[in-house]
């Protein structure tokens, strides 16, 4: 008999609550979207970082549970391209060489995180990665270039150095000027650290330079009674272009003895070298600020001179007190502020980090253009004391989103005009910093504890932010996560496959074990967006130049020898990773995919229906298995389950792929569509639900349900 025929064209993803769209899935486990024809395509797996390696997983054989992960891309085209990860308290780098994978530690013992800790926050500025944990003190990476492989392992510890400044430099060490006839002896150096330096004031003195150097009296007066009084600072340059805190001053005073008239003093000053990074050094000085000089008690800096190196521990100061024009900063610059933060961005031209665990309502930054250098009132206190702390920092368009605990603040403003925070939303909690992703079109996306969100709109043109919830129709697979563990979720964008993958800690495990996935195409349609990765190991997660998600192994080499380790790649070969026997390689088993439809009511759940035929549509190349099972009222048992072939019903079978011979009437061709029609003997029901299984290469578009009223109504409830 012929009854009612519910179409799906396009089969829709994954919604949980009830009743749902006849079109979504209520169970949607490894599958991505084909391209070709919107369907859901099979093709899904992960493979190693390196698949030409013979056997093992060099370089990672002894690699534990990868906890951060980073791909930093410092040219166009990606031909600097480099892969950070963290594992077992080292920080390492993953660096190519003329096809040869290199893998070094560029730091040891720094923190592991908890099971309840983030991972380390990379941010990249330039060829540099800004790598913040919120224990140990934020360092630069700054890896290229290295060179060749010999050139590497004698470089690659220097690729590391620690960010900004612990303190001031030490102070300079200014040397006195001994007296001496200085007609005959000016260039003598005396004992104890002091000098015979003079420079000639007088015209009257030969010498071509006479007038042009020199430090006292401007008219060469020569009375031991007046004082020469001055201070000398002195501050480091970076290769970042940041200026240090300068170091305490050292002051020097003498008076000009009689036999000097005519001249003036040239003193030499000791000066420190800097810590890593340093490429020079900055020489400050006041003008003669005793109480015999027109400068009386004015002890200002001014700059009087720089090295280019961090070499030299000798400096010449001779400069005229006409000469210095350059101040000093009038609001001076600071050690590191945030030793201890967790997050970092760089946005409106500097650099933002947070005040970690101990200061977590408090954002700083550096100087526009210096990322090492701050001010002491570059910082910013976000108010609102029941949002909580810091839980991320995020540049987004023309303003700086920060996620807290209970609220989403945005920064705006420059660093000329100054800098201001506002609240966009309340009530909204992001414990998971390591899931903010931002996807074009839509706005930045999260994990929160109730659901997945998306900031979106902007600043500019008028628009205003708002925060959309993206997960209203899948409240049941947001509930499996464990909310202690959103730390450790990690998410990230793929523009070519225009995926949002965020993976998750979920009934009771300790590490990631679920993955959602946002389909952003699916967007603008009715149906739901969402399908789920089940079998993927995945530790923290970024993606290649290409688009290509990788990842970092969550178990890696804690599993045992030989078990997985290291950094794997997504990509649409159809197996989850493999395993090493004997020094063999072997592709492990292609994932299993699951389509489930929603629990289908057909318009009236008090109505019993009876099912006669499921069609499925498939896009086929050749002989894929395919399992196919039904449910009724929401059992968790099937009724009936059994293994099809995707061959064309009526027609006869298409070549298969590996066994058609090309040049032949049976040449492998391209996928056909194929409906794989399945009879149904259920008896009636009120709720109806199908379920297709495989592990080969398929993909559905749509289906069909035929069915038909029974006339009969759910018999009354049961009597207690």
Not at 168 to 195: C, I, L, Y
Not at 255 to 266: I, Q
Not at 304 to 312: I, L
Not at 617 to 640: A, I, M, N, Q
């Amino acid at each position: 008999m012929r009854g009612t025929t519910l179409q799906t064209p396009t089969a829709g993803g994954l919604e949980t609550r009830l009743p749902g769209n006849p079109q979504n899935a209520g169970v949607l486990e490894n599958w991505t979207i084909d391209p070709v024809s919107g369907g859901w395509s099979s093709r899904v797996g992960y493979e190693r970082f390196n698949p030409d390696t013979a056997a093992g997983w060099s370089p990672f054989g002894t690699t534990g549970p990868i906890y951060s992960l980073h791909v930093a891309q410092h040219l166009a085209q990606g031909a600097r391209q480099m892969v950070i990860f963290e594992s077992d308290g080292n920080l390492q780098l993953l660096y190519d060489i003329a096809g040869t994978t290199n893998l070094r530690t560029i730091q040891s013992g720094r923190h592991i995180p908890t099971v309840t800790e983030a991972g380390s926050w990379y941010t990249d500025i330039g060829d540099r990665t800004i790598v913040t944990n919120g224990v140990d003190r934020p360092v630069i990476v700054r890896p290229w270039p290295l060179g060749d492989t010999v050139e590497l392992a004698a470089s690659y510890t220097a690729t590391v150095r620690p960010l900004g400044f612990g303190g001031p430099p030490a102070p300079v060490e200014p040397r006195r000027n001994e007296p001496m006839d200085p007609g005959t002896e000016s260039q003598q150096t005396a004992s104890g650290g002091r000098t015979a330096l003079w420079c000639p004031f007088s015209p009257n003195v030969p010498g071509e330079t006479a007038g042009v150097w020199g430090m006292g009296f401007p008219k060469g007066v020569s009375d031991d009674n007046q004082q020469s009084l001055f201070d000398w600072s002195v501050s480091f340059l970076t290769d970042t272009g940041s200026e240090s805190p300068l170091s305490p001053v050292s002051t020097l005073t003498w008076t000009m003895p009689t036999t000097a008239k005519g001249f003036r003093a040239a003193i030499v000053l000791g000066i420190p070298t800097g810590p890593s990074g340093t490429v020079g050094r900055v020489l400050y000085r006041t003008r003669n600020y005793s109480d015999d000089y027109v400068y009386q008690g004015d002890n200002r800096l001014f700059e009087v001179g720089r090295v280019y190196n961090n070499v030299d521990d000798i400096f010449f100061d001779a400069t005229l007190t006409s000469e210095l024009v350059v101040p000093a900063p009038t609001v001076p610059t600071v050690g590191l502020p945030a030793p201890r933060a967790r997050f970092s961005a760089f946005w409106s031209g500097v650099l933002w980090l947070d005040g970690g665990i101990e200061d977590a309502g408090t954002l700083y930054y550096s100087r526009p253009g210096r990322i090492e250098e701050f001010a002491a009132d570059g910082y910013l206190r976000l108010g609102g004391q029941t949002a909580g702390g810091i839980t991320a920092i995020f540049p987004h368009y023309a303003c700086l989103v920060v996620f807290r605990e209970n609220a989403i603040d945005v920064v705006t403003g420059d660093a000329s005009a100054g800098f201001q925070s506002s609240t966009i939303s309340t009530g909204v909690t992001c414990r998971a910093p390591h899931s903010v992703a931002a996807v074009p079109g839509l706005g930045l996306v999260f994990l929160a504890l109730d659901g997945v969100y998306a900031v979106v709109g902007g600043l500019q043109g008028g628009s205003t932010f708002d925060v959309v919830k993206l997960t209203t129709a899948q409240r049941e697979l947001i509930d499996r996560l464990t909310p202690d563990l959103h730390p450790k979720a990690v998410g990230a964008f793929s523009p070519v496959t225009r995926e949002y993958h965020v993976y998750a800690a979920a009934d009771g495990q300790d590490r990631p074990s679920l993955g959602l996935v946002l389909h952003v195409d699916l967007l603008e349609t009715s149906l739901s967006p969402w399908s789920t990765r089940v079998g993927f190991p995945v530790g923290a997660l970024a993606t290649m130049y290409d688009g290509t998600f990788v990842f970092g192994h969550n178990t890696g080499y804690e599993a045992g020898a030989n078990s997985e380790a290291g950094v794997f790649l997504m990509t649409g070969r159809r197996a989850l990773g493999g395993t090493v026997t004997e020094q063999t390689f072997t592709y492990g088993n292609p994932p299993t995919s699951t389509y489930r439809s929603t629990w289908n009511d057909f318009g009236d759940a008090v109505a019993q229906k009876k099912v006669h035929y499921v069609t499925v549509w498939c896009l086929t190349t050749g002989s894929p298995s395919v399992t196919v099972r039904h449910l009724k009222d929401f059992s968790l048992t099937s009724v009936e389950e059994r293994t099809y072939q995707a061959q064309p019903p009526d027609a006869a079978d298409l070549p298969v792929f590996g066994t058609a011979q090309l040049g032949t009437a049976t040449d492998y061709r391209k996928e056909r569509l194929v409906p794989l029609r399945v009879s149904v003997a259920q008896q009636s029901c009120a709720w109806f639900a199908f379920e297709v299984q495989t592990t080969d290469d398929l993909v559905i578009v749509g289906h069909e349900i035929e069915y038909s009223f029974g006339g009969s109504r759910t018999i009354m409830g049961k009597r207690a």
